[in-house]
């Protein structure tokens, strides 16, 4: 049982045909069991907010992350970007970029321990979702897809213990580092180089090194710290997608590039 | 009891505690309503036949949740196994047992899950397991424990007195 604990726990090609017997059976039900409860939330929510209140929250909520998505592009800046497609191609570096529309998704459960942040949504392979198509939320990065079935597919949260995203501070984009998830809810990382400056309160962004296209906004730095090692600088952050309340996610198609 | 009812509870129950189950959280905390049968049958039913059940449940759980296929289903065996050697010993009719069977379950649930987690690769720290999100795990099944031990002892006790007359 051990033995196959660990060869299940990696990141796996495809599903087991068995796996994808019963998700085919068992994601059915429970987009059936989902859809009322999710019709409750959505009242629920409704009749909580006043309509008004709830209109003009909703037109906030755009503007804020319009201008969190401007402030994103500001930062990148164009020769930077520019830099690295050159030294990409002068490498003749494969890379992994978003192609097609976003396809919106519910989630239809929830893997129940709380140290794994593993999730199932309502849309796979015959909605064109492919593995490591990059799954996001309206606040930020969610994760990637790491099971396929026919109309279900499974997503790791980046605060899943297994996942891991390298990133770059949005107030000056030289400090990267990588975080990964933890037992808690949190993400936990490091910077590649100890010198460089990082703050508290700080916005970091995908980097765009790995499967995660650049400049989604993860999370906000929330402690510092030396890591264990006494050597780099530990950063403690909080993702900005809450993954205890998420419902609806977008997913990107990947296709690689030359 | 029909075989086929109480594989039709494992079923529905394990999509219950994906879907509906994992909205009704307190500060994070989740019910592990499978876990909670699981103690149940295994105090009520043969070893063997509450084994089967056992095995059943965490291997559908596992396939369903996406995690390591065979996390699940190792520790419930585990607990199982460890209630039916001393389930000659249990007073089936006293509140207390439910309640201390869930209890030290949870906490041995909980102790093989980050064990595990360890061993594959995952940071852990202690901190996790004391946290405050397991006592209000306790607590909330704990509450649950004690509902569907009442109702599956009612319903155990109605059969046995089904096939006694």
């Not at chain 1, 906030?60 to 690295?84: A, C, P, T, V």
């Not at chain 2, 905390?29 to 049958?41: E, H, P, R, W, Y």
């Amino acid at each position: 049982m051990v033995i196959f604990m660990g060869v299940t726990s990696g990141d796996r090609e495809e599903v087991s045909a068995v796996e994808r017997w019963v998700g085919n059976i068992i994601t059915p039900i429970q987009r059936a069991v989902m859809t009322p409860i999710h019709a409750v939330q959505d009242r629920v929510y409704d009749i909580a907010n006043f309509a008004q209140l709830n209109q003009q929250n909703q037109e906030l909520e755009l503007k804020l992350i319009e201008k969190e998505q401007e402030i994103i592009e500001f930062r990148l800046s164009e020769s930077e970007l520019e830099e690295l497609r050159g030294l990409r191609e002068a490498l003749n570096y494969v890379s992994a970029e978003v192609h097609g529309e976003p396809i919106s998704a519910r989630i239809i459960s929830k893997s129940n321990a709380d140290w794994f942040n593993v999730f199932t949504i309502n849309a796979g392979e015959n909605h064109g979702i492919n593995l490591d198509s990059v799954v996001l939320s309206e606040r930020g990065l969610v994760g990637r897809i790491i099971e396929t079935g026919d109309n279900w597919a499974r997503v790791m949260s980046i605060s899943d213990s297994n996942s891991s995203v390298s990133f770059k501070v949005l107030r000056d984009d030289n400090v990267e580092g990588i975080v990964q998830g933890s037992v808690s809810q949190d993400l936990e990382g490091y910077l590649f180089d100890p010198r460089m400056e990082i703050e508290v309160g700080d916005k970091l962004v995908t980097s765009g090194q790995g499967i995660f296209p650049e400049g989604i906004l993860i999370g906000e730095v929330t402690e510092i710290g030396k890591s264990r090692e006494q050597l780099l600088d530990a950063v403690t952050v909080q993702p900005a997608v809450d993954f205890q309340k998420i419902n609806r996610v977008l997913i990107l198609g990947l296709e690689e590039l030359n | 009891m029909n075989k086929i009812i109480i594989l039709g509870i494992l079923t529905i129950n394990i999509i219950l505690q994906t879907t509906v189950l994992n909205v009704l959280t307190i500060n994070g905390a989740t019910l592990n309503t499978s876990l909670l049968l699981i103690i149940t049958i295994s105090v009520y039913l043969d070893p063997k036949e509450s084994l089967l059940y056992t095995l059943y449940t965490g291997l559908l759980l596992d396939t369903v949740t996406g995690v390591f296929i065979g996390l699940n289903t190792f520790i419930f065996v585990l607990i199982a196994y460890g209630i039916s050697i001393i389930q000659e010993e249990i007073v089936k009719e006293s509140y207390l047992t439910p309640l201390l069977l869930g209890i030290a379950s949870i906490l041995i649930y909980n102790f093989f899950s980050l064990f595990f987690v360890y061993l594959l690769g995952y940071t852990v720290r202690l901190a996790h397991y004391f946290s405050m999100n397991t006592f209000i795990e306790i607590g909330y099944n704990s509450v649950f424990m004690l509902l569907i031990y009442t109702l599956f002892g009612k319903f155990y006790a109605r059969r046995i007195k089904e096939v006694k007359y």
